[in-house]
Every structure is written in structure tokens, then in C-alpha cells.
């Protein structure tokens, strides 16, 4: 787990060199973090919008919709980062800073798994549409299971589907399998003989990593919630009178 963090925190310190000249340049432009986080938040409307009109207007073999919503999700996501090194570079943190940033964080996600359910519904992907509510349950939990733990005064972070692996996982995977349906055709199925059914298709590199999310978000919500109780356990025991 130590190894984990460290690896995750030496990546967010290379993300954080690279981005900070142009958060320099947003702090420059009288960009306050809030305004950074709200722009984030809209972006990510934009991110269901797209999805709704490819459920709505594309056909089922048409991923070039969920393309260009997973680089929107990326591009989003990016300013999920530069908000709070705004804050940080520019010397404005503050606590409701910090809470809208979190509030607008579940809205953004709420919001983003409302588009991908929409489409996966629209186009009658039945069962990846369940995977992405249960991915949508998970990613909650794991967010609100660390907020009650700290709000019970112990440290709940960690697990392998925080926000930042989230947004990249289903931005980048959206964004292939629009790029990959330009070469191989958004109704490529692959199927091997004595199976009725087809094993891949192209919106699979879409779908299998949401399957992945609905199992790994929830089991980190689980995890966290094992270590609040370790936590609290031993926080009560030091509090025991000789």
C-alpha cells in the first residue's frame, strides 16, 4: 500500500510540474480555484450532453459519440487538478473552497455516468448499462466512505479506483474504442467457434473497463471501510482509563 501511494504521489508531482505554467498563466488571468472547479463541472455536463445525443441520434455502431465525450472527460479531468494547484500556487485556499470542490467532484461524476447509462441504455447495452450504475454506486461509496471516516476525526484514503484513476480509465478507454471503430468499424465482433455469442466487439474497450470500475470501485469502498473500523478500534482502545 506505502508503495502504491508513493508511486501515485510521485506521478501527481510530474503531472504537477508540467501543468504548472499554465496554471500560472490561469492565476494571471484572474482565475479564482472556484471558477477553475465550475468550469471543470461544466465541461463535464458538455461530457452527458454528448453522450445523450449519441444515444439519441448515432446508431449502435456508432462510437465516434463516445470518442469525443472520453477526451472531453480527459480535458475535464484536467482541470479536477488545476483547481486545487491554483488554490495552492496562488495562495487561495480556503475551506469552503475545498468543499465545493468536493460537492462539484460527486456532481461531475453523477453527471457523467447519468450520459454513459443514457447511451448504453439507448443503444440496448442492457447489462454494460447495470455495470455502469454499479460503477456509479462504487464511486460514490469510495468517496463518501472517507469523508464519514474523517468526519469521525481518522485518515481514510487509498484503494486502486480514486477519482483521478476513474476519470483517466474511462476517458481514455471512451476515447479508443472512438478511435479504434475508424479502423476496425464500430460493429466489429469477434467470436470463437462453439460459443453462440460474441466474446468482443468494439465498444468492449469502452465497457470492459466500466465492469472492471463496478468491481474495484466497490471493493476500495469496501477496503476503506475495513481500515475506518481498524482505525476507530484502535483510536477507542488508546481512549480506554487505566
Same mark, same amino acid.
Given at each position: ?15 504537477? =510540474?508540467?501543468?504548472?505554467? +499554465?496554471?500560472?498563466?490561469?492565476? =494571471?488571468? &484572474? ?45 475535464? &479531468?484536467? %482541470? ?13 485556499? /480556503? ?6 470542490? /468536493? ?9 457523467? %455516468? ?11 447495452? +442492457? ?29 481514510? =484514503?487509498? &484503494? ?16 479508443? /474504442?472512438?478511435?479504434? /471503430? ?14 453462440? %455469442? ?7 474497450? +469502452? ?14 469502498? %469496501? ?20
Amino acid at each position: 500500500m506505502e508503495q502504491q501511494t508513493s508511486i501515485r504521489t510521485n506521478l501527481q508531482l510530474g503531472i504537477y =510540474k508540467v501543468i504548472d505554467p +499554465f496554471v500560472k498563466v490561469l492565476i =494571471k488571468l &484572474g482565475l479564482t480555484p472556484n471558477a477553475v472547479t465550475t468550469i471543470g463541472f461544466v465541461l463535464n455536463i458538455g461530457v452527458a450532453v454528448i453522450f445523450i445525443i449519441g444515444g439519441e441520434e448515432g446508431n449502435r455502431g456508432d462510437l465516434t459519440y463516445v470518442g469525443w465525450a472520453g477526451g472531453l472527460i480527459l480535458f475535464a &479531468g484536467l %482541470f479536477d487538478m488545476l483547481d486545487g494547484q491554483v488554490a495552492r500556487l496562488g495562495n487561495m485556499k /480556503s475551506t469552503f473552497g475545498a468543499l465545493y470542490d /468536493s460537492v462539484l467532484d460527486r456532481y461531475s461524476e453523477l453527471i457523467m %455516468f447519468l450520459g454513459i447509462c443514457y447511451y448504453l441504455v439507448a443503444h440496448h447495452y +442492457f447489462l454494460s448499462s447495470i455495470f455502469a450504475f454499479i460503477a456509479l454506486i462504487g464511486s460514490m461509496m469510495v468517496s463518501y466512505v472517507r469523508a464519514r471516516a474523517e468526519s469521525l476525526g481518522i485518515e481514510c =484514503k487509498g &484503494g486502486l479506483m480514486q477519482r483521478p484513476e476513474r476519470v483517466v480509465t474511462i476517458g481514455l478507454c471512451a476515447m479508443l /474504442s472512438g478511435i479504434c /471503430s475508424l479502423y476496425i468499424g464500430g460493429n466489429y465482433k469477434l467470436y470463437i467457434p462453439g460459443i453462440d %455469442f460474441q466474446v468482443f466487439e468494439t465498444i468492449s474497450i +469502452f465497457t470492459i473497463p466500466i465492469v472492471i470500475l463496478a468491481v474495484l470501485t466497490n471493493i476500495t469502498a %469496501f477496503k476503506r471501510l475495513l481500515d475506518a473500523k481498524k482505525s476507530l478500534l484502535e483510536l477507542e482502545e488508546n481512549n480506554v482509563p487505566d
